[in-house]
């Protein structure tokens, strides 16, 4: 006799619910793998949704500031305070040229800072300190005849 592979009756239909149950418990998780990743994406709408309500109620919140308004109605409106005087520019083909924002953000190279007032003050007293020559007149030289206070009195 032939020892080959046999297969009895049982092991013929545990294989065949054994196939069924698979069939059917595909078809649920394909379903449940699907749901989830709707679940995820309505989860990042929600989030998307939190930081846009929480940039409009900061939105919100800078428009009750007086000052802001004020700063916005003279931006936009071109409003100026009691005892100002506002200028606009025209341009030579009549036409309104673009407002200028002084101070307006620029981007610094990596390293640098914008620079703060206390620094500007203090390069500008090292100007008025040593100021350029004119541009038609030689640069001096001045020579003080007083010894100066770093030599060493014994030399």
């Known amino acids: 006799m032939s020892r080959g592979l046999r297969l009895t009756n049982r092991a013929i239909a545990l294989i065949l619910v054994s196939l069924v149950l698979v069939l059917m ?3 649920s998780i394909k379903v449940y ?3 989830q990743s709707e679940i995820a994406q309505h989860e990042a709408s929600i989030r998307q949704h939190e930081q846009d309500i929480a940039a409009l109620q900061d ?3 800078r428009w009750q500031d ?4 004020k700063a916005q109605a003279r931006e936009r409106l071109g409003w100026v305070m009691p005892g100002e005087i506002g200028y606009k520019v025209i341009t030579p083909d009549g036409v309104l040229a673009p407002s200028v924002h002084i101070g307006s953000s620029s981007t610094l190279p990596q390293g640098e800072h914008p620079t703060t007032w206390w620094e500007r003050l203090t390069s ?3 100007v008025a300190d040593n100021p350029a020559p004119a541009k038609d007149e030689p640069a001096t030289v001045t020579v003080s005849s ?3 206070a770093s030599a060493s009195p014994g030399r």
């Open 25 to 27: 418990y595909a078809s």
């Open 33 to 35: 793998f699907a749901q």
């Open 59 to 61: 939105q919100v919140s």
């Open 66 to 69: 007086p000052n802001y308004v």
């Open 124 to 126: 500008s007293m090292a």
């Open 146 to 148: 007083a010894p100066s």
